[in-house]
């Protein structure tokens, strides 16, 4: 009678537990579902942003691009239960910041400028993919239905330029210069098209007798409070060696440095696969360029009278002129040795005020010299002499990179207020060939034009998830 009832006490047991116990079972094998599927449509998202944030450029087109690369990447991706994903744009949308304000598809197209952020929300993709219908949960009580998402946020976290600013010699963004009837060149922000400039030594200040030139905080975005600390030589370093920010935009002031000498010089010297001094580049970080031949005395030998220096010699500046140097003067020029210039084109060409190139045979019009130029008329290849074969040198012990040699500068709205720590406006990036290896008195530069908007842009590569 005894087991009897014991039987039945079980049996009650059972038939009081096993419903709840097979709903807990449907419950955990409903939850691991949703967690699956959360974890696909999150890998889904992350696919999205980064292909996304990849092509943003600052245009319309760019914005069209990162839809179609974010429709590409999804086109395999299956998300179990659903299918194959055919990405809505509802999912995409576009900023300037990681913080937003985020724009939709369209009206990020109708106002591309500045958008380098992409996020993408699986809620647009609609409720096939991110509700799941729950049967043991409402059975035990809860919904009969559990919403899942993800969303993903990428774009750049490093900018493509040097951590060195310099001032703009004008502050008008294109002018003309004369060189006498017909020879009308373009300026930019003060520059010559293939005049090599020592970067540390122009001030636009007038009657000023040493340059002005400033190390950037490569880790303080404007916008955020400056640390002073961060522009040591030590801090600067590893960034002068890569050439890049940690920061995705120039938006806004930035936080500077002002030098009594430079110290960095042989950073920069990595790219022609010297690595020395304290604070040295990694080779593998930060390689040498493809090309590392100097420019300067017999090495530019497209030039008649090799220049023993690489980039132009400084000017005397006169009382209300700024320290430029002696391819900078106002016409007429006076004849100097052709030494003096430097090392001319080793880029490109001057560029006429239309912004076609000039000849070879103009040198003695654009440069007026004594002796004159001669012999130049055949020797200087069209594609610049550091794109061509027969001016090159390829480095030793380490891979090359092509390019390593261009550096992109922030050119700055002067003066700069006074001080060793001080923030400073940007006018624009320019683009400096570096024509040889730099010291602690001499980084020489030959201009190559300021960076479009979407150039500028093109900078931002380090593409990554931030959230």
């Known amino acids: 009678m005894k087991r009897q009832r014991e039987r039945g006490a079980i049996l009650m047991l059972t038939a009081f537990v096993l419903p709840l116990a097979i709903g807990a079972c449907g419950l955990a094998l409903e939850l691991s579902m949703a967690f699956q599927r959360q974890s696909q449509l999150q890998q889904v998202a992350d696919s999205v942003a980064?292909?996304?944030?990849?092509?943003?450029?600052?245009?319309?087109?760019?914005?069209?691009?990162?839809?179609i690369a974010a429709a590409g990447v999804t086109f395999e991706r299956r998300v179990r239960g659903v299918g194959r994903v055919v990405l809505n744009t509802a999912v995409l949308s576009f900023a300037a910041s990681a913080a937003g304000p985020w724009l939709d598809f369209s009206a990020a197209q109708g106002a591309p400028a500045g958008l380098r952020y992409a996020r993408a929300d699986m809620a647009g993709q609609?409720?096939?993919f991110t509700v799941l219908p729950v049967a043991f949960g409402r059975f035990l009580g809860g919904s009969d239905a559990t919403t899942v998402g993800a969303r993903a946020v990428a774009g750049p976290n490093?900018?493509?330029?040097?951590?060195?600013?310099?001032?703009?010699?004008?502050?008008?963004?294109?002018?003309?210069?004369?060189?006498?009837p017909g020879m009308d060149e373009r300026i930019d922000y003060g520059f010559r098209f293939g005049v090599a400039y020592n970067l540390l030594a122009l001030n636009p200040a007038a009657g000023a007798s040493s340059g002005?030139?400033?190390?950037v905080d490569p880790a303080s975005p404007p916008g955020s409070a400056a640390v002073a600390a961060s522009t040591d030589n030590?801090?600067?370093?590893?960034?002068?060696?890569?050439g890049k920010l940690a920061y995705p935009s120039l938006a806004g002031a930035l936080h500077l440095r002002r030098n009594g000498s430079f110290g960095l010089w042989q950073q920069l010297n990595s790219r022609f696969g010297i690595y020395g001094g304290s604070d040295a580049c990694d080779p593998y970080t930060a390689p040498p360029d493809s090309n590392v031949r100097e420019y300067r005395a017999a090495t530019a030998n497209w030039i008649s009278s090799y220049p023993p220096q690489a980039s132009a010699a400084t000017s005397t500046p006169a009382a209300g002129k700024p320290l430029m140097t002696v391819a900078d003067g106002a016409y007429p020029m006076p004849a100097v040795a052709p030494a003096q210039y430097g090392t001319l084109w080793?880029?490109?060409?001057?560029r006429r005020s239309n912004g076609s190139a000039f000849l070879f045979s103009h040198w003695?019009?654009?440069?007026?010299?004594?002796?004159?130029?001669?012999?130049?008329?055949?020797?200087?290849?069209?594609?610049?002499?550091?794109n061509?074969?027969?001016?090159?040198?390829?480095?030793?012990g380490y891979p090359g990179r092509k390019d390593r040699r261009l550096l992109y500068v922030p050119l700055l709205a002067c003066p700069v207020p006074a001080g060793a720590n001080v923030d400073g406006t940007v006018l624009a990036v320019a683009r400096f060939l570096l024509t040889a290896q730099a010291s602690a008195t001499e980084l020489p530069g030959e201009f190559a034009g300021i960076l479009s908007a979407k150039e500028l842009a093109a900078l931002a590569t380090d593409v990554e998830l931030l959230r």
């Open 346 to 350: 080793a880029y490109g060409p001057a």
């Open 364 to 386: 003695n019009s654009l440069y007026p010299a004594s002796p004159a130029f001669t012999g130049t008329g055949t020797s200087w290849p069209s594609a610049g002499p550091y």
């Open 234 to 242: 030590g801090q600067v370093a590893p960034f002068m060696c890569v």
């Open 388 to 396: 061509n074969t027969a001016f090159r040198s390829a480095p030793a």
């Open 158 to 180: 490093g900018l493509r330029v040097l951590p060195l600013a310099i001032c703009a010699p004008s502050s008008i963004p294109v002018a003309t210069r004369f060189n006498g």
């Open 50 to 67: 980064l292909s996304a944030a990849q092509q943003l450029d600052g245009t319309a087109a760019g914005i069209s691009n990162a839809a």
């Open 212 to 215: 002005e030139y400033f190390l």
């Open 126 to 128: 609609g409720e096939a």
